[in-house]
């Protein structure tokens, strides 16, 4: 698993999002952005998560930050994630692994003694020129704006 590490430059990217709409990076030029990566769509963990970074949006906005949640998701299993915890920002369907690829968060996991290849959970921070300012590995899921906040 080759993780894009502080100072990397993000390479470009275009997915879709929750609704069918086309997102790239380039969207985002000149913007903070938090990229934040999950296993899977309505499960306990993930939605854990993308609610605290919800319940905090309106300060990491005023903090200057746009977020991306992605996961390898359909649109539509996307779009009911989005659609019930009313989620403020868009939500990747990155299926074919085009984004999760370019982060490098594709990789060998464990649960339950079984090994197996899948999305790490992880958040990246990246500034206006595309190149990341922060890396958060070991992500908190209930207290996850904390973090990006420190």
């Known amino acids: 698993m080759n993780t894009l590490k502080i100072g990397d430059k993000v390479p470009s990217f275009t997915a879709k999002d929750q609704n069918g709409n086309t997102i790239s990076l380039d969207d985002y030029k000149g913007k903070k952005l938090i990229v934040f990566f999950y296993p899977k769509a309505s499960t306990p963990g993930c939605t854990a998560e993308a609610c605290n970074l919800r319940d905090n949006y309106?300060?990491?906005?005023?903090e200057g930050y746009e977020l991306l949640g992605v996961s390898a998701d359909s649109e539509a299993r996307q779009?009911?994630?989005?659609?019930?915890?009313?989620?403020?920002?868009?939500?990747?369907?990155?299926?074919?692994?085009?984004?999760?690829?370019?982060?490098?968060?594709?990789g060998p996991k464990k649960f339950m003694g079984r090994e197996y290849d899948g999305i790490h959970r992880k958040t990246f921070v990246?500034?206006?020129?595309?190149?990341?300012?922060?890396?958060?590995?070991?992500?908190k899921t209930k207290d996850h704006a904390a973090q990006l906040l420190e």
């Open 58 to 62: 309106k300060e990491l906005q005023t």
């Open 79 to 106: 779009a009911k994630f989005k659609d019930k915890y009313k989620f403020p920002f868009p939500l990747l369907a990155d299926e074919d692994h085009t984004v999760i690829n370019a982060f490098g968060v594709w």
């Open 126 to 139: 990246v500034d206006g020129d595309a190149i990341v300012t922060k890396v958060i590995d070991k992500v």
